[in-house]
């Protein structure tokens, strides 16, 4: 069975996560051009899980189309993936911090997987959380 190993990671703490499967990775997303709510004195001291940051980033053209573009490319990368009875399939998305754009994406990516292809597991880890 496939699982889907979703990141969220800080470029500027930590560099890109460790793939431990032997695999050498998979496919990494940066957030950065997308408009950082961290620059914002109300979202500070909270995260892409919080719902005020949820909904800013929502209401963002930016992070919806960039989210757009993920589900075409993961999508059939997961579809190939169980046709070919793969057991893993990596994907990662950094930001400055790991706090914001990155820790949104990473949650939204496994929501979505977790709708359209119920009958695989997905393991979601915000490294700087």
């Known amino acids: 069975m496939l699982k889907v190993r979703i990141f969220s990671f800080s470029y500027l703490y930590n560099g890109l996560p460790e793939d431990t ?15 950082n ?9 909270l995260t892409g899980k919080d719902e005020p940051v949820k909904k800013f980033l929502d209401g963002q053209k930016e992070m ?3 989210l757009g573009n993920i589900y075409n490319i ?16 990596m994907v990662s998305f950094g930001c400055t911090g790991g706090q914001h754009r990155s820790v949104y994406s990473a949650q939204k990516l496994a ?10 597991k997905t393991e979601l880890t915000h490294i700087n959380l």
């Open 111 to 120: 929501e979505h997987i977790n709708q359209k292809f119920p009958e695989i």
């Open 74 to 89: 993961i999508d059939p990368a997961v579809e190939n993936y169980i046709s070919r009875n793969f057991t893993d399939l």
């Open 37 to 45: 709510p961290g620059r914002r004195r109300e979202f500070v001291n």
């Open 21 to 35: 499967t032997g695999n050498g990775g998979g496919f990494i997303f940066d957030c950065r051009y997308i408009y």
């Open 64 to 66: 919806q189309d960039f």
